[in-house]
């Protein structure tokens, strides 16, 4: 079972940037669709970005492209979310995701990954 682990978060004012990153435990971590989540106080978990297992096409949300950069390092067994001209509207527990087995449709579906790190807090100040 892959464990994932969150990092760097943190309070931000509006427009600036932050880097998160979340790091598998799994060997076989090229062969897992990676994603980013996040899930404000009273709303619904929200897509953010993943990529792809076979691939390794980046998929956006609508209210983060041209904003946000997903990347992955294989060799390190870690992802990575840059955030750019960050918003109010961003602030929330973004949380990693990882599954095995999914399908191209699904990749927004946040109940369809098996495997999820605890979450890491970003705050945006206006």
């Known amino acids: 079972q892959a464990q994932l682990v969150e990092s760097g978060g943190g309070l931000v004012q509006a427009g600036g940037s932050l880097r998160l990153s979340c790091v598998a435990s799994e060997r076989t971590f090229s062969t897992y669709t990676m994603g980013w989540f996040r899930q404000a106080p009273g709303k619904e978990r929200e897509f953010v970005a993943a990529t792809f297992r076979t691939y390794g096409r980046t998929y956006y949300g609508d209210s983060v492209k041209g904003r946000f950069t997903m990347s992955r390092d294989n060799a390190k067994t870690t992802i990575y979310l840059q955030m750019d001209n960050l918003k109010p509207e961003d602030t929330a527990l973004y949380y990693c995701?990882?599954?095995?087995?999914?399908?191209?449709?699904?990749?927004?579906?946040?109940?369809?990954?098996?495997?999820w790190g605890q979450g890491t807090q970003v705050t945006v100040s206006s």
């Open positions: 995701a990882a599954d095995q087995g999914l399908i191209l449709s699904s990749i927004q579906r946040p109940d369809q990954y098996d495997y």
